[in-house]
């Protein structure tokens, strides 16, 4: 029937699984392996602060696209098809990006990787609804705890990595990544047979219906404005620190103690919030982490860097709540894929004013109290969100009334 599980063996769910995992560490490096090199791609191309906007913007922007698309090649191609093309196409863009001789090609490269990780985003939490139903806290922990390395490894490794053997096998290394997830995709997608009720085959739900319900929309607004955050802190974090007086490769080290803490926030959040009827909680006690960390990087960024990238690191765990609520607030596959398209989709296009914004209003004021005033109104619509998003609820049951 429409929604159940593929019947697998035990081989078959160990490859459904590391094709998940594999899928899941390529979500990020497109981003993190660059923001701590644009100081110095900016005086190897000859851009400034507004071509790093136009970076930081960037990912958010290819993420809401592809998550508009992404649920009708779901429909069209399956769930395993869409994540093998995902990874196929994030390889290419990351190996043509390292092999960048201008700006535009650059950009060009840096969009074509993020489009199949923005498509990547999508199509993980209805392959988990698939295949996983019965261990959807388990296994989205697993996938978000293997993200977050993803978002962290090339963060910390991107400023050494170009100093001992230049920026373009600095970018270029993480599409190894990309190419090992391919072979389990392409495996999983060979198994799926005709006929047979899986993510390939399960007749997809319209996404537009998301638009009508409550729950898409407060879940979207939740999900966009941690995003926001997040892609705000990626793209400046390294440029407020050495403002504030530290070397880049400083800077590279506090975007991997921020990425870090979402590590412990993907590992914890998932299972706490499958446990609990409504995890409300956890949003009150990330918008309180937020504000602590924006004013500690606003007042005093060098009085505590570390502890500051802690409590920032940890205040956006409003992402990993989100994307586990996908699977929690849904009842099928194709309402996780619906309701995922259109979170991501929607909330990502909110996003893509983060980074900007935030530089705007630093350039501006000459300082950074506007910017973090900006971020601390989008904390507390997370949490205004947050409030009716946890409420036990289900998305068909919306779409029905």
């Known amino acids: 029937m429409p929604g159940s599980p593929?019947?697998?063996?035990?081989?078959?769910?160990?490859?459904?699984?590391a094709a998940i995992v594999l899928t899941a560490v390529n979500l990020r490096t497109a981003v993190t392996s660059i923001t701590p090199l644009l100081a110095r791609l900016g005086e190897q191309f000859g851009f400034g602060t507004g071509m790093t906007g136009v970076f930081g913007m960037l990912p958010t922007a290819a993420f809401a696209v592809a998550g508009v698309l992404t649920p009708r090649l779901i429909g069209r191609l399956g769930a395993e098809r869409t994540a093998l093309l995902a990874m196929a196409i994030s390889c290419a863009g990351l190996l043509l990006r390292a092999g960048a001789g201008s700006t535009t090609m650059l950009l060009l490269g840096s969009l074509l990787a993020l489009a199949g990780m923005g498509c990547g985003n999508v199509?993980?939490?209805?392959?988990?609804?698939?295949?996983?139903?019965?261990?959807?806290?388990?296994?989205?922990?697993?996938y978000l705890t293997t993200l977050q390395l993803g978002t962290m490894g090339p963060a910390l490794a991107a400023v050494p990595l170009a100093d001992a053997a230049g920026w373009r096998v600095s970018l270029g290394i993480w599409s190894l990544l990309a190419a090992a997830a391919v072979l389990p995709l392409w495996l999983l997608q060979r198994q799926a047979a005709p006929g047979q009720a899986s993510a390939s085959t399960t007749t997809m739900a319209r996404?537009?219906?998301?638009?009508?319900?409550?729950?898409?929309?407060?879940?979207?607004?939740?999900?966009?404005?941690?995003?926001?955050?997040?892609?705000?802190m990626f793209t400046w974090l390294p440029r407020l620190m050495t403002e504030a007086g530290a070397d880049a490769a400083f800077g590279g080290v506090v975007v991997a103690v921020f990425s870090a803490m979402g590590l412990i926030a993907s590992l914890a959040v998932p299972a706490i919030a499958s446990r609990l009827r409504n995890p409300f909680i956890l949003v009150a006690a990330c918008w309180l982490l937020c504000l602590a960390a924006f004013a500690g990087l606003w007042l005093a960024p060098m009085k505590a860097p570390i502890l500051w990238a802690v409590l920032m690191g940890l205040g956006p765990s409003t992402f990993p709540l989100s994307l586990t609520l996908i699977n929690l607030r849904t009842r099928s596959p194709a309402g996780s894929a619906a309701l995922s398209g259109f979170m991501q989709g929607t909330g990502y296009a909110l996003a893509c004013l983060g980074p900007l914004l935030f530089?705007?209003?630093?350039?501006?004021?000459?300082?950074?109290?506007?910017?973090?005033?900006?971020?601390a109104v989008a904390s507390t619509c997370i949490l205004l969100a947050g409030w009716h998003a946890c409420r036990p609820q289900q998305l068909e049951d919306q779409w029905q009334s």
């Open 6 to 17: 593929r019947p697998l063996t035990h081989h078959g769910h160990w490859l459904a699984l």
């Open 123 to 142: 199509v993980i939490p209805p392959l988990v609804k698939t295949y996983f139903p019965q261990r959807i806290g388990a296994v989205s922990a697993l």
């Open 207 to 232: 996404p537009g219906k998301v638009w009508r319900t409550p729950l898409g929309w407060s879940m979207t607004l939740m999900f966009g404005m941690t995003s926001l955050i997040s892609y705000a």
């Open 359 to 375: 530089g705007l209003l630093f350039q501006a004021t000459g300082s950074w109290g506007a910017p973090f005033a900006l971020l």
